[in-house]
Nanobody, 129 residues
Framework: VQLQASGGGLVQPGGSLRLSCVVS????????IGWLRQAPGKEREGVAC????????YYDDAVKGRFTISRDKTKNTVYLQMSGLKPEDTAVYSC???????????????????????WGQGTLVTVSS
């Protein structure tokens, strides 16, 4: 399985960016797909996920309302449209799968966290003026 992310770069606060991930050897009809990120000095965190069968989408509270995940099964590609970017969104973003058809979440101190168990190399997003 290969998950190749691209589209990162430097953007000013309040700006927008779209990330793409080309998926190889993973059938998006059978597996949920999403994005996670890792900021400098911090743990990885799930950002967004789209389920395989009905396309239900899930977001971390930190990005809800600002980020949108989508997929194009004909191109085996998943996207992350990011708007209203903040300096705290600066991180390496990687395409990931929970290796299940449904997105996987756990409740941590009252908020839902997305879980993934396989991810590819990431693309750096820097939000700075």
């Amino acid at each position: 399985v290969q998950l190749q992310a691209s589209g990162g770069g430097l953007v000013q606060p309040g700006g927008s960016l779209r990330l793409s991930c080309v998926v190889s050897d993973l059938n998006l009809d059978n597996y949920a797909i999403g994005w996670l990120r890792q900021a400098p000095g911090k743990e990885r965190e799930g950002v967004a996920c789209i389920s395989a069968r009905d396309g239900s989408t899930y977001y971390d509270d930190a990005v809800k309302g600002r980020f949108t995940i989508s997929r194009d099964k004909t191109k085996n590609t998943v996207y992350l449209q990011m708007s209203g970017l903040k300096p705290e969104d600066t991180a390496v973003y990687s395409c990931a799968t929970p290796s299940l058809s449904a997105c996987r979440r756990i409740e941590v101190r009252g908020s839902w966290k997305l879980l993934f168990d396989y991810w590819g190399q990431g693309t750096l997003v820097t939000v700075s003026s």
